[in-house]
C-alpha cells in the first residue's frame, strides 16, 4: 500500500510540474461570500470545463480575504480568476486577469448544471479521460457589425470596444491552439460562446466530441476497440457479425445521407498511408453546464480601477476627466499615507534597538561594579559545560 501511495504522489508532482513549466493559462474559479448548492455545483461544472488548467479541490475559507487568495497567485502562476457572487436577485461573474486586469462584472441570467442536462439524453454520456485535455473554443457573433447601434455614437463605440475585449479575454482563458503540434484523438471537448446581439447576451455551452467510422457495424467496432463480446448464446462468431449487420443496416443507410442523421461526415487522413482517406462521423453531445450572462461593467484594474464601460450608466466626457481626476487624488493619498506609516515603523523599530542597546549597556556596567556575580556566571556555565561533556562520554 505504501508502495502505490508514492507512486500515486510522483505522478501527481510530475503532473503539478508540468503544468508549472507550461506557458498555458491558469484559471482559480471560487466563490466570495454566501452562495447556494446549485452555485457551487456550477463552480464545480466550470472547474470540469477549464481542466486540466484548473485547481479542481480548491478550498477557499470564509476568513480567507482577496488579498490572502492574491498572494498565492503569483507562486502558482495564475493567469485569470473566475469569482462568483450572489445577491438578493440575481448572481454574478467576475472575470479578471491577473497581475494588472481588466476586470469584468457579468450578470448571470439563466444557468443549468451539467446534471440536469445529462438527464436530457436518451443514452446519457459518462465522461472521464476527456477531461485530461483542454477543450476547443469556439466564438461566434462577437465581430463589431453584429452589435446594436445606440443613440450615441460614442456609446456604440465603447460597447464595440468592450465586446472585443470580452472575446480576447474569453479567448485568453483557455490554452492557444498549435495547428503543427495538435492530434486530432485530443480533440474530444467543445466550448462555445455566442453573442445573441438582439439581448446583449452570452450564450456558453459545453459539448462532447464523439468520432466513429462510417461503414463499421457495432459489433466489428466493439472488437476493433479491444472489447470482448458476449459469445454464450452464440455456436460460431460468424452468427454474432451478420446479426450486427442486419440490425445496422438502416443506420447506414441513415449515415449516408445526411438529411436524416445529423452527424457530420469528415474525411480524415490515416497515420500511415497518407492518400489513404477514411470517413468518420462526428457527432457533438452536451453535457453541460448552460449559462446565459451579459456584460455590466469592465475595470481597468485587477478588480478596481477606472471604469471602462457600463451598461446602465452613461457618462459624459466632462464627468469622465473629473472621475479621472478623483480616482489620481485618492491614489496620491494612498500613497502619502503608505509612505507615513513606513517612516513611522523604521522610527519605531531605531527606538526599540537603542532602548535595547541602553539596557544592554546597563547590565555590562552592573555585573563590573559586581565582580563576585561575574564569578558566580561563569561558575555556573562552567558546570552546565561538564556536566554535558559527562553524559557524552557515558553515552
Do not use: W
Not at 367 to 377: D, F, I, M, Y
Amino acid at each position: 500500500m505504501g508502495r502505490i501511495k508514492r507512486t500515486k504522489r510522483k505522478q501527481k508532482r510530475k503532473k503539478r510540474k508540468e503544468l508549472e513549466d507550461d506557458e498555458n493559462p491558469f484559471s482559480l474559479i471560487f466563490n466570495k461570500g454566501s452562495v447556494g448548492k446549485k452555485i457551487k455545483e456550477l463552480i464545480a461544472n466550470m472547474r470540469k470545463v477549464m481542466n486540466p488548467y484548473t485547481s479542481t479541490n480548491l478550498r477557499i475559507k470564509n476568513s480567507n480575504t482577496m488579498q490572502d487568495i492574491l498572494q498565492v497567485c503569483g507562486p502558482l502562476s495564475v493567469s485569470h480568476l473566475m469569482i462568483f457572487t450572489s445577491k438578493k436577485f440575481s448572481a454574478y461573474i467576475r472575470i479578471t486577469r491577473f497581475p494588472r486586469g481588466p476586470t469584468m462584472t457579468f450578470k448571470l441570467r439563466e444557468f443549468s448544471n451539467s446534471r440536469d442536462v445529462i438527464k436530457l439524453h436518451p443514452n446519457p454520456p459518462s465522461p472521464n479521460k476527456e477531461f485530461a485535455k483542454s477543450p476547443l473554443v469556439v466564438l461566434s457573433g462577437f465581430a463589431e457589425s453584429s452589435v446594436v447601434p445606440l443613440d450615441n455614437e460614442q456609446d456604440t463605440l465603447r460597447k464595440k470596444r468592450a465586446l472585443k475585449l470580452t472575446s480576447t479575454m474569453l479567448q485568453n482563458m483557455f490554452p492557444p491552439i498549435k495547428i503543427s503540434e495538435i492530434n486530432l484523438p485530443d480533440c474530444k471537448r467543445v466550448a462555445l460562446f455566442h453573442y445573441i446581439p438582439e439581448e446583449d447576451t452570452i450564450d456558453f455551452r459545453h459539448y462532447l466530441v464523439r468520432m466513429r467510422p462510417i461503414g463499421i457495424t457495432n459489433g466489428i467496432e466493439s472488437l476493433l476497440h479491444k472489447k470482448i463480446p458476449d459469445l454464450s448464446k452464440i455456436e460460431d462468431i460468424s452468427e454474432y457479425i451478420l446479426d450486427s449487420v442486419k440490425d445496422n443496416t438502416e443506420n447506414l443507410q441513415n449515415e449516408k445521407s445526411n438529411e436524416k442523421s445529423n452527424d457530420a461526415i469528415v474525411n480524415i487522413q490515416s497515420n500511415t498511408n497518407s492518400s489513404q482517406n477514411r470517413q468518420k462521423a462526428i457527432r457533438l453531445i452536451e453535457i453541460g453546464p448552460r449559462m446565459k450572462f451579459e456584460l455590466i461593467k469592465v475595470e481597468e484594474g485587477l478588480l478596481t480601477g477606472e471604469v471602462l464601460y457600463h451598461k446602465y450608466i452613461h457618462k459624459s466626457p466632462d464627468q469622465i476627466n473629473l472621475l479621472k481626476e478623483k480616482h489620481l487624488a485618492k491614489q496620491r493619498f494612498k500613497q502619502q499615507n503608505q509612505n507615513q506609516n513606513q517612516n513611522q515603523n523604521q522610527n519605531e523599530n531605531q527606538n526599540e534597538n537603542e532602548k535595547e542597546k541602553e539596557v544592554q549597556n546597563e547590565n555590562q556596567q552592573n555585573l563590573e561594579q559586581n565582580p563576585k556575580r561575574l564569578k558566580n556566571l561563569k561558575k555556573k556555565h562552567s558546570k552546565k559545560r561538564n556536566d554535558l561533556k559527562n553524559s557524552r562520554k557515558k553515552k
